[in-house]
Nanobody, 126 residues
């Protein structure tokens, strides 16, 4: 099982960019579907993006498609989320998560992920 630690959050103005990282330790990293979720105060946790084992497929929520890019460095066991054209609505705690095997159509369901990082805060001001 992998363990996950996020970094890279911060405060930016609308239109700015941030890059989140998620370092994974443990065994089996390439065999996990990896995802980014976010949760704003008073809202449910939302699936933002996911990448399949080996990075062959990527998935995005409609709210971030075209602005965010998920990627990974398998050699370094690290997952990334490049966030551009940030909006105040993107303000949330961002979590990386891991699910063993393929992502599947319901990649955005937090119930499917067994392993979570501690989160990193992203704040976008208008």
């Amino acid at each position: 099982q992998v363990q996950l630690v996020e970094s890279g959050g911060g405060s930016v103005q609308a239109g700015g960019s941030l890059r989140l990282s998620c370092a994974a330790s443990g065994n089996g990293y390439p065999r996990y579907c990896l995802a980014w979720f976010r949760q704003a105060p008073g809202k449910e946790r939302e699936g933002v993006a996911a990448i399949s084992p080996g990075g062959y497929s990527t998935f995005y929520s409609d709210s971030v498609k075209g602005r965010f890019t998920i990627s990974q460095d398998i050699a370094k066991n690290t997952l990334f989320l490049e966030m551009n054209s940030l909006e105040p609505e993107d303000t949330a705690m961002y979590y990386c998560a891991a699910m063993y095997g393929l992502c599947g159509g319901a990649w955005y369901s937090s119930l499917r992920y067994k392993t979570w990082g501690q989160g990193t805060q992203v704040t976008v001001s208008s």
